[in-house]
C-alpha cells in the first residue's frame, strides 16, 4: 500500500495484518507514518495504491462505513467533545446502536466502561473539556470501545500520561482480545506497548522495517537502540 500527501511519499509498500483477537503494535519515531496509516485503515484517507481488507474482502469505502463495519479509531491526543458532558461523549461512540434503538445494552456497556475506567464514573456529569488530561484520554478510549469495535486502532492512548495511569491504560489494552476484539496500538512508549501485544511493526520514514514477535524486538540491541531509545517511561 502507498500513500502520499501531495509529492512526498508518507507511506511506501506497507503491509500489516491486525489479527482479531491480539494486540498488535505499530512503533516508530515522530513523522514515521503511524498516524497516516491508521487514518488509512479508519477510511479517512484513501491509499494512492492498495487497500484495506477486512475478513478477507475489501473494507466498504469511507469512515462512517468502516465504524459500522466494526473498525473503530480513537484518535491522537484527546480529541473528545469539550462543551459535552462525559455521559454524553460516551453515548456519542454508541451513537449508531441508540440510533437502531438498543437502549438497555448502551447502558449496559457504559456501566461496563465505568467499571474499566473507574475514574470517569464520578465526572459522568462534567463537561469533557475540564478533565485531565489523563482522564480525557481514557474518555477517548472509551468512547470508541461503546461503538463494541471489532478492530480497534488506538493512537498513542498513553501519550502526556503519568507512568501509573499509562499502566491502567496498557491494563485496558491488554484486556481487550478477550472479547474478540483485535487491537492496533500505536505507540510512543514501545516497551509498555510490546509487553502487551502478541505482535509488532516498526515503521521508519513510512517503511515498514521490521515486523514480528514482541520479544524479537525488546531483545534484539540493535532495534532496542534504534527504535525504542534508552528511556521507555512506564511498564505495565
Ligand atoms: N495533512 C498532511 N499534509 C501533508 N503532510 C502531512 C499531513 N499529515 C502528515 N503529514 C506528513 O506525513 C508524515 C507522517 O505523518 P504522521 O502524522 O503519519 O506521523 P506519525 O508517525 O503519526 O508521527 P507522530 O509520532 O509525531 O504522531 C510526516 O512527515 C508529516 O509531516
Ligand atoms: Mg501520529
Excluded at 477486512?54 to 484518535?75: E, N, T
Excluded at 478533565?131 to 498513542?156: C, H, I, N, T, V
Excluded at 514482541?214 to 537502540?225: G, K, N, S, T, V
Amino acid at each position: 500500500m502507498h500513500f502520499r500527501y501531495g509529492l512526498a511519499h508518507a507511506l511506501e509498500d506497507v503491509s500489516l495484518t491486525v489479527a482479531p483477537g491480539e494486540v498488535t503494535s505499530l512503533l516508530g519515531m515522530n513523522g514515521a507514518g503511524k498516524t497516516t496509516l491508521l487514518n488509512i485503515l479508519s477510511g479517512l484517507l484513501k491509499p494512492a495504491s492498495g487497500q484495506v481488507l477486512l475478513d478477507g474482502a475489501p473494507a466498504p469505502k469511507g469512515a462512517a462505513a468502516r465504524v459500522r463495519a466494526g473498525v473503530v479509531q480513537a484518535p491522537e491526543g484527546r480529541q473528545v467533545f469539550a462543551p459535552l458532558t462525559v455521559r454524553e461523549n460516551l453515548e456519542m461512540g454508541a451513537y449508531l446502536r441508540l440510533r437502531a434503538g438498543q437502549r438497555a445494552a448502551v447502558a449496559e456497556d457504559l456501566e461496563h466502561m465505568l467499571a474499566l475506567f473507574p475514574a470517569l464514573r464520578e465526572r459522568l456529569g462534567q463537561e469533557a473539556g475540564k478533565l485531565s488530561g489523563g482522564e480525557q484520554q481514557m474518555l477517548a478510549m472509551a468512547r470508541a470501545l461503546m461503538a463494541r469495535p471489532r478492530y480497534l486502532l488506538l493512537d498513542e492512548p498513553s501519550l502526556g500520561l503519568s507512568p501509573k495511569m499509562a499502566a491502567e491504560i496498557f491494563k485496558v489494552v491488554r484486556g481487550l482480545p478477550a472479547s474478540g476484539c483485535g487491537v492496533l496500538l500505536v505507540e510512543q512508549n514501545a516497551l509498555g506497548a510490546l509487553a502487551v501485544s502478541s505482535r509488532g511493526y516498526i515503521l521508519t520514514n513510512g517503511r515498514i522495517r521490521f515486523s514480528g514477535a514482541p520479544a524479537d524486538i525488546a531483545c534484539d540491541p540493535l532495534l532496542r537502540e534504534a527504535f525504542l531509545g534508552p528511556d521507555q517511561g512506564a511498564k505495565p
